[in-house]
T-cell receptor, first 112, second 113 residues
Framework: DTEVTQTPKHLVMGMTNKKSLKCEQHMGHRAMYWYKQKAKKPPELMFVYSYEKLSINESVPSRFSPECPNSSLLNLHLHALQPEDSALYLC???????????FGPGTRLTVL | SQELEQSPQSLIVQEGKNLTINCTSSKTLYGLYWYKQKYGEGLIFLMMLQKGGEEKSHEKITAKLDEKKQQSSLHITASQPSHAGIYLCGADSWNNQGGKLIFGQGTELSVKP
């Protein structure tokens, strides 16, 4: 089973809202990732968690706050977003940080 | 920093035709991944290549890494409408924070019935 699940599938939020994206995997992977993808562009790495610790933060604005409560779960907390933050947010996981990454279906985020 | 260049950027083929997508790296590749993405959906892992000259196949899709490990090709034989989508090559890249996956710009494939 190489399934990564993401909820919600779609999210519309105002600039003053606080919302969270959720990602879950039950493959025993110890690395989890958040990517942002704009239309017609490849995914761009935002954060990497390895063994539940943040190992890479690609200079992401503080309005995006990741959290890894346990080895199966990864959250992305959103606050005071801008319209330009509208994008497809993808979660991925891998056995280790040098192993094949498996992606979830994504959350389509629209910021009004 | 390492960069991946894919060609062509887009491709329209008639069903049943063969096609090739290329991915060229600015640096030696230590792990090259091929993914497929339907618009607005997640990435589906296709294949991973590590050794120079390595070739892998899955159904009608074959990927190869050249001997110098700076270029990979993805070949689809007898294309079908189900092959339509965006094909992305990805490579392991390292900076002072650790390892990460970088992607080419993608190749958008359309297959006409």
């Amino acid at each position: 089973d190489t399934e990564v699940t993401q909820t919600p599938k779609h999210l519309v939020m105002g600039m003053t809202n606080k919302k969270s994206l959720k990602c879950e995997q039950h493959m025993g992977h110890r690395a989890m990732y958040w990517y942002k993808q704009k239309a017609k562009k490849p995914p761009e790495l935002m954060f990497v968690y390895s063994y539940e610790k943040l190992s890479i933060n690609e200079s992401v604005p503080s309005r995006f706050s990741p959290e890894c409560p346990n080895s199966s779960l990864l959250n992305l907390h959103l606050h005071a977003l801008q319209p330009e933050d509208s994008a497809l947010y993808l979660c991925a996981s891998s056995q280790g940080t040098i192993d094949t990454q498996y992606f979830g279906p994504g959350t389509r985020l629209t910021v009004l | 920093s390492q960069e991946l260049e894919q060609s062509p950027q887009s491709l329209i083929v008639q069903e049943g035709k063969n096609l090739t997508i290329n991915c060229t790296s600015s640096k030696t590749l230590y792990g090259l991944y091929w993914y497929k993405q339907k618009y607005g959906e997640g990435l589906i892992f296709l294949m991973m290549l590590q050794k120079g000259g390595e070739e892998k196949s899955h159904e009608k899709i074959t990927a190869k890494l050249d001997e110098k490990k700076q270029q990979s090709s993805l070949h689809i034989t007898a294309s079908q409408p189900s092959h339509a989508g965006i094909y992305l090559c990805g490579a392991d890249s390292w900076n002072n924070q650790g390892g990460k996956l970088i992607f080419g710009q993608g190749t958008e494939l359309s297959v006409k019935p």
